[in-house]
């Protein structure tokens, strides 16, 4: 069984390759959103057209990553979201209701002290993560039935 896994959220730290690393030869397809913050946040007004507004900068930009995203959070059988420590990260807490919404299997990854927070979003996951290794054994264990040892 392949799963196909979208990994949302915070884009200023490791996690992603943390991840990837760590499943490495279990049958996964990652995706995620476009993680080059100027290019995600320029990419409307880039093929688009400039645009004198910031507001309209932002509405063309999100748009155009929007198409990326839900792509991507429909076709995955598993989505992981995580909520960094430095950043509210709003578009983050949008694709967990998302893919709640459509019934997806999800996985929120956050710290400790985010917690209360983050509670109507934890309750409408599968699952709840601090570190990323526990997201990779998650999957393992999906996959294979193995538990960390």
């Known amino acids: ?10 884009i200023h730290t490791d996690w992603r390759e943390q991840i990837i690393a760590g499943a490495e030869g279990l049958d996964v397809r990652f995706n995620s959103p476009v ?21 309209w900068h932002d509405n063309k930009g999100a748009k155009l990553n929007a198409i990326r995203t839900r792509k991507g959070i429909e076709d995955a059988d598993v ?9 509210k ?18 996985i929120v990854l956050h710290g400790a002290d985010h917690q209360h927070a983050l509670k109507e979003v934890d309750a ?26």
Not at 1 to 10: A, C, D, K, Q, R
Not at 79 to 87: A, D, L, M, N
Not at 89 to 101: C, E, I, L
């Open 124 to 149: 409408a996951a599968l699952a709840v993560a601090e570190e990323p290794v526990q997201v990779v054994q998650m999957l393992r264990y999906v996959l294979t039935g193995g538990l960390p040892g």
């Open 89 to 106: 990260q709003w578009n983050a807490a949008f694709d967990a209701g998302y893919a709640a919404a459509l019934g997806k299997s999800l």
């Open 35 to 55: 993680t080059d913050h100027a290019a995600s946040d320029d990419c409307g007004v880039a093929i688009m057209g400039a645009e004198p507004s910031k507001f």
């Open 1 to 10: 069984m392949t799963l196909n896994v979208y990994l949302s959220g915070e």
């Open 79 to 87: 989505v992981v979201v995580r909520f960094g420590e430095k950043y």
